[in-house]
């Protein structure tokens, strides 16, 4: 069974800085894309920001510039760091990780979510 660990949230004034930690564990053959999302009351789940395996990464297009997404191979551990947050930043932030386990196919696992508040 896999699970995703969530940490860094938190309340911070428009203008600071916070970072995110996902650390991945359990029966993990390889990770294909580990990646964050976020979600506020009453709206979709939408991407934020993802990696591959390879390093490739992608970002919503109002983060850009302000977060960065990276990852640690050997410890299985995505961070986000956001900087410049705005209160439109204010959501919960899922973990979100596709990878190989036990079985054939690839197997995605979601985290418990992290609450970001940014103050104006």
């Known amino acids: 069974q896999v699970q995703l660990v969530e940490s860094g949230g938190g309340l911070v004034q428009a203008g600071g800085s916070l970072r995110l930690s996902c650390v991945a564990s359990?029966?993990?053959?390889?990770?294909?894309?580990m990646g964050w999302y976020r979600q506020t009351p009453g709206k979709q789940r939408e991407l934020v920001a993802v990696?591959?395996?390879?390093?490739?990464?992608n970002y919503a297009d109002s983060v850009k510039g302000r977060f960065t997404i990276s990852k640690d191979n050997a410890k299985n551990t995505a961070n986000l760091q956001m900087n410049s947050l705005e209160p439109d930043d204010t959501a919960v932030y899922y973990c979100?990780?596709?990878?190989?386990?036990?079985?054939?196919?690839?197997?995605?696992?979601w985290g418990q979510g992290t609450q970001v508040t940014v103050s104006s």
């Open positions: 979100h990780v596709n990878f190989y386990g036990r079985a054939l196919w690839r197997e995605v696992a």
């Open positions: 359990g029966r993990i053959s390889s990770i294909n894309t």
């Open positions: 990696i591959t395996s390879s390093g490739d990464t």
